[in-house]
């Protein structure tokens, strides 16, 4: 069987988003799936301190081995350095690549689900997060609320003042509704206080956030890393977000759109388990 590896990169939405993305070609191809998940200043949690194991993973990746034609790279920007590949904006239908494949394994980057993938919310049901997170997560809701509960999420750092409207938005919806209940999460620990001013706000204490990687901005130019987002993400610091997600997820979200991976993740889980829910009634 041909092979299809999953090169997840980037901050947890983005490789989320290549994850349930790389899966459903894997399926619609007839591929066996293989993922790639470094630890890097992005995301210091390894594959399995997020995930139940559901499938093989690469523990290192030899550029060579998709250089010289050996595998079809469908990728969207080519920070792995392979020597060519498919521009994976340019394909509008998975089974346009069956005519250049000639038998070729895969090499799959996009931190976008694209628009080809037809079922994201099926794949994503079938992504299993592990059982020691989810039931972190179903405390923190069964402490603080037994009925329908509103999330939000604001992001800040690497966006600054983009999320500052939001968060004006969701303050004002906070302040007129003092009878229903509100959860938020953020990667900032000053904004997620100041929602919690408000009685009718929970959130999850976590231990570690989000930090720099260099002094300066959070937009610095990192030259280590080659970028201009200057973030650092440890390995706790991921898995407490990972909490905040499944809260998230579990909520009638509410946060305006800013552009934000983790909360269109969110969005995505929170679908799948309501098709789970549905299924198993």
């Known amino acids: 069987m041909n092979k299809l590896y999953i090169y997840c990169d980037g901050g947890f939405g983005n490789r989320f988003n290549v994850l349930v993305a790389g899966l459903w070609i894997s399926e619609k191809l007839g591929y066996h799936p293989i993922v790639y998940w470094p630890e890097n200043n992005w995301c210091g949690a390894s594959f399995r301190q997020i995930f139940e194991p559901f499938v093989d993973l690469l523990n290192t990746f030899n550029v060579e081995h998709f250089n010289n034609y050996k595998t079809l790279n469908l990728i969207h920007e080519n920070q792995m350095s392979v020597d060519s590949f498919v521009n994976v904006k340019n394909v509008t239908n998975i089974t346009q690549t069956k005519d250049i494949l000639q038998g070729r394994d895969i090499l799959y980057f996009n931190n976008l689900i694209p628009s080809f993938v037809e079922d994201p919310v099926g794949t994503c049901s079938k992504i299993k997060f592990r059982d020691d997170l989810i039931q972190i ?34 303050l004002d919806i906070v302040k007129g509704n003092q009878n229903k ?20 706000v929970f959130k999850f204490d976590k231990k570690q956030y989000v930090a720099k990687f260099t002094e300066g901005s959070w937009n610095e130019h990192v030259r280590e890393i080659n970028s201009n987002f200057n973030v650092t993400r440890s390995s706790e610091s991921v898995t407490n977000a990972i909490v905040d997600l499944l809260i998230l997820s579990r909520s009638t ?29």
Do not use: M, W, Y
């Open 137 to 170: 997560a179903e405390e923190q809701i069964r402490n603080n609320t037994t009925e329908e509960f509103f999330g939000i999420h604001i992001r800040k750092t690497d966006f600054g003042s983009r999320s500052d409207l939001a968060e004006k938005i969701c």
């Open 181 to 200: 209940k509100f959860f938020i999460c953020s990667d900032d620990k000053e904004t997620e206080n100041k929602f919690c001013l408000h009685k009718n």
């Open 253 to 281: 979200i509410i946060s305006p759109d800013v552009g934000s991976t983790f909360a269109d993740t969110a969005k995505l889980i929170n679908k799948s388990r309501r098709i789970l829910e549905r299924d198993q009634a």
